[in-house]
Every structure is written in C-alpha cells, then in structure tokens.
C-alpha cells in the first residue's frame, strides 16, 4: 500500500465521547443478549480474559479449568498464578468437552467457585456445548468465565439465558473487525465476588472495578482515560454490520462456510477434519488434518496459495502446525464462492505436492462442498 499523506481519514478525527462509548457497550451487549453490565476493555482480548482471572480467582479458592485447546491452557496458569488450587477437566482438541465431566468434576470438588471454559477455539476448531455447561454451573453456584472471542457472530451465544458470569469478546475473529479492542459482560453475582476479592486488580490496566467504579457507576458520564478511538469506530462498524445482516443470517453463512469446507475436505485424498462430530466443529474456522505421509500441514497451505493467493488459510500454530491447516470464515470470509475458491485451491495444492488422485477429487469435493453449503440454508 503506498502511503496516503494527502487525505490520511485515519487522522484529525474529533474525540470519542463518554456518550458514543457507551453506546458502543449497549450495542455489544445487546449482541450478547445481555441486560448485565458491558465494559468495553481498551486492549486486545487477553487483556479482558486475564483481568476476570485475576477478578474473580481469589487466593486459597479453587476453580475449575476446562481445557479444550491452547487458550484453556493458558488460563490454568493465571489461575494458579492468583494462587487459586486448579481443578482441570480436559478433552481432546479435536472433540468438546461433555457437560457430564463438568458435573462430575463439580460434584467431586464442591469448593469449586469459578470455572472458566472457552467457547469456540479458532485454533483447534472446536466448540463447546455452553447451554448445556452453563446450566451445571449454574445449578452448583460457581461463577462461569467463558471466552466467546471466537463464537461471537459466528453462532448463538446467549449470555444470560445460559448463566454466563463473565463473557469476554473480542473482534477480530468473525466479527472481522479490530483486534485491539475488546469486551465482558459481568453479572451482578461476579460484581459481588470481585468486590469481595482483596486480591482484584485495583488502579491497574487489569482492573474491572476500576471500571465499574470510574465509569459504570458515575452513569458513565466522563471516560476514565482517552478511549481507542479508532479500535472503537472499528468495532462499532463491526457490530452494526453484523445487526444489519441479522444476527441470525450471519450464525447461518459461518456455519454454512464451516459445513461446506468440512464436506469438501472429506473428498480430498490426505485432507479431513480434524475436530472429528459436526457438532463439534467451530463455525468459525474450521481446521483440517494434513494427509499423514510426507506432506506437512504448511506445505500444504503454501501449495493452496500458490494457486490463489486470496483464500483464508493458514497453517495451525503451535505443536499442530505440521499436521493441521485452518480455513478461516471470518466476517464476509464466510461467503459461498469464497469457501468452494478455498476448497479448488486445497484440491490443487495437494496435485502440485504431488498426492495421488488429488486432480481427479476436485470437482467431487466442490459438488460435496456446494451442496453442504446449500443443505444448512434448506435446514
Ligand atoms: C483468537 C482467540 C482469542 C484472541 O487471541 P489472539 O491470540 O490475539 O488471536 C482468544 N480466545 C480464543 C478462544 C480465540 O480463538
């Protein structure tokens, strides 16, 4: 991009008002179908996800960490870093967790007061069954975390039907909007417990009752400090589109984008999704196993962008990087023509690596693919 001096629209723009800052929050809470308070953190979304840790885990009380990805594992070590005692629960990357582990875990640990779960996990693929989690929480009393960052806009999330506590969002996954930006919802319950935590961040950028004092409470007349005015713009644009669209419109193209690359992935020779039910699959993104003999996972995304470079894939992070490959179907990403582009330029990345019958695949895995894409909207 060549650098616009003349007319720079980021720059000299007016402040963002106290008023337009909560009208951001109303309008994300509104998103979560939530009548509790909404914070709009000014940070990218761990900063959120970390200050309800530090919140709401007190020293000497015990939480429930539900691992089912990379995120999971993270919040296990700000949770004993608070000094709280860890209960895990964990499932495979490629699965969910069943609500059952949950009420068994609960049932064996009754000093259990905050469980912190992720919904979907666009790294792994996979997404949780929170309705149902959060009714076990619920029924134990314990206070229930959950990271939304990458479920938000991609399928339902109702924050208060489902008992969540403290729901944290941020939007950059399929929102497709700013990642430096982010937002929790915080129920009555968790404004108790947090209060009653000598621990809790205070006077600190990790601080929720910073907010709660300074801000929520003063009937949010005057800004604690100057907002991320263009992070702010940016994820209002991102909320609006999504409410212009209808939420529900939105929920159905991610999940349609997610069947139709799951279904076209399944007739490609090597390639097949990694979270193995349906159910479990995140619409979001949805990532895909690399064949197992000799081909690695970011080979094979090199291979698939050589033949067009405009698909959204990309090879996992961390320990699954050889061996899976994401389709991201964030925002306008998830789009019909786009999703069956991303399932050609798969087929012709695994023919230039050289596996067999990759060529002859194609036209199947785009006729499953289209044909998935098709089914979620006649469902
Ligand atoms: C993407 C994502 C986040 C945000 O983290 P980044 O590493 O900044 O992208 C948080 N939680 C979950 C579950 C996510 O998928």
């Known amino acids: 991009m060549t650098a616009n001096t003349e007319h720079p629209s980021l720059l000299d723009l007016p402040p963002l008002s106290a008023e337009h800052f909560a009208a951001v929050e109303d309008k994300i809470a509104s998103l979560l179908r939530?009548?509790?308070?909404?914070?709009?953190?000014?940070?990218?979304?761990?900063?959120?996800?970390?200050?309800?840790?530090?919140?709401?885990?007190?020293?000497?009380?015990?939480?429930?960490?539900?691992?089912?990805?990379?995120?999971?594992?993270t919040f296990g070590g700000w949770l004993r870093s608070c000094g709280a005692e860890v209960v895990t629960v964990t499932a495979p990357f490629s699965g969910a967790v069943a609500p059952e582990q949950i009420a068994r875990a609960l049932r064996e640990n009754p000093e259990i007061g905050l469980v912190s779960l992720v919904h979907a996990e666009a790294a792994t693929g996979n997404t949780n069954p929170v309705a149902e989690i959060g009714a076990v929480v619920r029924e134990h009393g314990a206070l229930l975390m959950l990271d939304a960052v990458a479920s938000v806009g991609a399928e339902p999330l109702l924050?208060?039907?489902?008992?969540?506590?403290?729901?944290?969002?941020?939007?950059?996954?399929?929102?497709?909007?700013?990642?430096?930006?982010?937002?929790?919802?915080?129920?009555?319950?968790?404004?108790?417990?947090?209060?009653?935590?000598?621990?809790?961040?205070?006077?600190?950028?990790?601080?929720?009752?910073?907010?709660?004092?300074?801000?929520?409470?003063?009937?949010?007349?005057?800004?604690?400090?100057?907002?991320?005015?263009?992070?702010?713009?940016?994820?209002?644009?991102?909320?609006?589109?999504?409410?212009?669209?209808?939420?529900?419109?939105?929920?159905?193209?991610?999940?349609?984008?997610?069947?139709?690359?799951?279904?076209?992935?399944?007739?490609?020779?090597?390639?097949?999704?990694?979270?193995?039910?349906?159910?479990?699959?995140?619409?979001?993104?949805?990532?895909?196993?690399?064949?197992?003999?000799?081909?690695?996972?970011?080979?094979?995304?090199?291979?698939?962008?050589?033949?067009?470079?405009?698909?959204?894939l990309q090879a996992a992070a961390g320990p699954l990087a050889a061996e899976v490959l994401r389709v991201n179907h964030y925002g306008q990403a998830a789009e019909r023509t786009l999703v069956l582009d991303s399932v050609r330029a798969l087929a012709t990345g695994l023919h230039?690596?050289?596996?067999?019958?990759?060529?002859?695949?194609?036209?199947?895995?785009?006729?499953?693919?289209?044909a998935a894409w098709g089914d979620t909207f006649a469902a």
């Open 34 to 73: 939530t009548r509790c308070d909404v914070v709009a953190m000014q940070g990218e979304a761990l900063l959120p996800l970390e200050a309800c840790i530090r919140s709401a885990a007190p020293r000497g009380s015990t939480a429930l960490n539900v691992i089912t990805g990379p995120y999971g594992e």
């Open 159 to 312: 924050t208060d039907a489902w008992g969540v506590d403290l729901c944290v969002i941020g939007g950059q996954k399929a929102l497709a909007g700013p990642a430096g930006v982010s937002a929790v919802s915080v129920s009555a319950r968790a404004w108790e417990r947090i209060a009653a935590n000598e621990q809790a961040p205070r006077r600190s950028y990790l601080s929720l009752l910073d907010w709660k004092e300074r801000w929520l409470d003063g009937g949010r007349t005057a800004l604690p400090h100057a907002p991320a005015q263009l992070e702010m713009l940016a994820l209002e644009q991102a909320v609006d589109r999504v409410v212009a669209e209808g939420l529900d419109a939105s929920i159905a193209r991610h999940r349609a984008a997610s069947a139709a690359v799951r279904a076209g992935a399944r007739e490609l020779p090597g390639l097949d999704p990694y979270v193995v039910r349906d159910q479990d699959a995140a619409p979001a993104a949805t990532t895909l196993r690399a064949p197992a003999e000799g081909v690695d996972a970011r080979e094979v995304v090199a291979a698939a962008l050589k033949a067009d470079a405009r698909v959204p």
């Open 352 to 370: 230039t690596l050289g596996v067999a019958g990759a060529e002859s695949a194609q036209g199947r895995a785009l006729d499953a693919a289209d």
